[in-house]
């Protein structure tokens, strides 16, 4: 594989795979050097054969784990091996690869069964282009890599997958078939109470994050057609709009930080955890987390009418009088100075914004990481943007954000990026891509993370 070749694979398959990396240029390598190793200040260092003189570095802001590390070890040396049949025909030359990939991030979790848990993909891949009964299907699967059954009778996941009865019995939340590590049936599993463990998963799928340790991985394939791999009580990898993605959850719980010293990794957490949420209920979002020192001015694109928390209502307040102070028109100078003379409440009520009377009563002055989980992600899908100061106060649920003249994109998009412009906003489409913004050191606004 020439220099250029492995440039390219690294650009378009390897660095799309990990949330917030980027190449970071090369460096010189002898024959005494591995392939693929961890390098400095959070890089990997890689390079398609020990021969190759030159070592490219891939870097993030997170440090990459050693199974990440083998994940990328696994993907060259097989994209090495399909580079090596120099195919002309570019998209089976693509399907191969993505092949490649697929197996790379299986055989990174395991050692031995890797063979059932890519045969039992494969058999959701073909569910996931067809429907039973006019209906797309939901299946839930765990494979037992602690265990190997004897039987002479036993039942193999090759009979049983593809069958139109299999499609009945799970529904890939609470419900689902195991197998052992060669692909026998086990059993029937019902996960309706689960030891609490720490998890990092879609809410929905939490209880299978439970169960799912270092020795049994579970395989969803969702009404979407989306396939979901859970390991070591987290979402791993997720196969979404035909690609492969691994979830970086701590990188992007990083990139939240976005240089503020106040920001509490608790408040991080929750923010990842209600975008994660949208992304696999598959409802659109947009989601702002405010900067400490930027406040005020991001209360100018939000309406009062909006605004939960009385004393953002008072900030807003004073944005309205010192701005009706310089209007010309006293006419509409004094409609908004006898508007905002009323007191929160009042003010609510007089004007009839119900909706934000109603969720004031049901966030009951909570701050973000204090609420219910489903609560806040069915919040954050209403309609308008969810606003969250630094410490974690709601700002405003559905709020109609006044975007800025010259924005691009949808309406979402446009609100996102503008408010991208005060801290860190996370726009969360309906087919579930996650996609954050903030600000580069010159105030541009850049895009910190996407995938999903």
């Known amino acids: 594989m020439d220099k250029n070749e492995f440039y390219d694979i690294v650009k378009k398959l390897i660095v799309p795979l990990f949330t917030g990396s980027f190449l970071a240029g090369e460096e ?20 398609p054969t020990k021969l190759d003189d030159y070592r490219l570095i891939l870097k993030r802001g997170q440090a990459f784990k050693s199974f990440e590390v083998e994940i990328i070890r696994s993907i060259i040396h097989e994209l090495g091996e399909i580079s090596s049949f120099n195919i002309p025909d570019k998209a089976y030359l693509q399907k191969l690869q993505n092949m490649a990939i697929e197996k790379a991030l299986v055989e990174s979790i395991t050692e031995n069964g890797s063979d059932t848990v890519l045969g039992i993909i494969n058999g959701l891949e073909k ?128 990139l939240l930080y976005n240089n503020v010293s106040y920001t509490a990794k608790q408040i991080r957490r929750a923010i990842y955890n209600t975008a994660l949420d949208c992304s696999f209920s598959y409802k659109g979002a947009c989601l702002v987390y405010i900067n400490k020192d930027k406040t005020m001015q991001a209360l100018n694109h939000i309406d009062a009418a909006d605004i939960i928390s009385e004393p953002h209502f008072e900030m807003k307040k004073q944005l309205e009088l010192a701005e009706a102070e310089k209007l010309y028109n006293l006419g509409n100078a004094k409609a908004i100075i006898e508007k905002f003379s009323l007191p929160y409440e009042e003010f609510l009520s007089k004007n009839h914004y119900t909706k934000t009377m109603a969720i004031r009563k049901i966030v009951a002055g909570k701050k973000l990481f204090e609420l219910d989980r489903k609560l806040v992600e069915e919040m954050t899908s209403v309609d308008g943007a969810t606003i969250v100061d630094f410490d974690g106060t709601i700002i405003a649920v559905g709020a109609i954000i006044k975007i800025e003249a010259g924005s691009r994109g949808g309406g979402r998009l446009a609100a996102t990026t503008t408010m991208a412009k005060y801290g860190v906003a996370i726009k969360v489409s309906q087919d579930g891509i996650m996609q954050g913004f903030s600000v580069d050191k010159q105030g541009k606004v850049k895009q910190i993370f996407n995938f999903g």
């Open 127 to 254: 569910w996931s282009a067809r429907t039973y009964e006019g209906s797309t299907v939901k299946l839930g699967i765990l494979v037992n890599m602690g265990t190997s059954i004897d039987g002479a009778n036993s039942v193999h996941y090759t009979d049983v997958i593809g069958s139109d009865f299999f499609a009945l019995f799970t529904d890939g939340m609470s419900t689902f078939i195991e197998f052992d590590k060669n692909g026998s049936l086990m059993n029937y599993i019902n996960l309706k109470r689960t030891k609490t463990v720490p998890t990092i998963s879609p809410y929905i799928f939490d209880r299978l994050a439970r169960v799912c340790n270092d020795k049994r991985i579970g395989i969803v394939l969702t009404e979407k057609g989306d396939i979901l791999i859970f390991y070591s009580h987290q979402l791993i990898f997720a196969k979404r709009n035909g690609n492969w993605c691994v979830y970086s959850h701590d990188e992007v719980i990083r």
């Open 28 to 47: 010189e390598s002898s024959s005494r050097d591995l392939e693929v190793a961890l390098g400095k200040a959070n890089s990997v260092l890689l390079k």
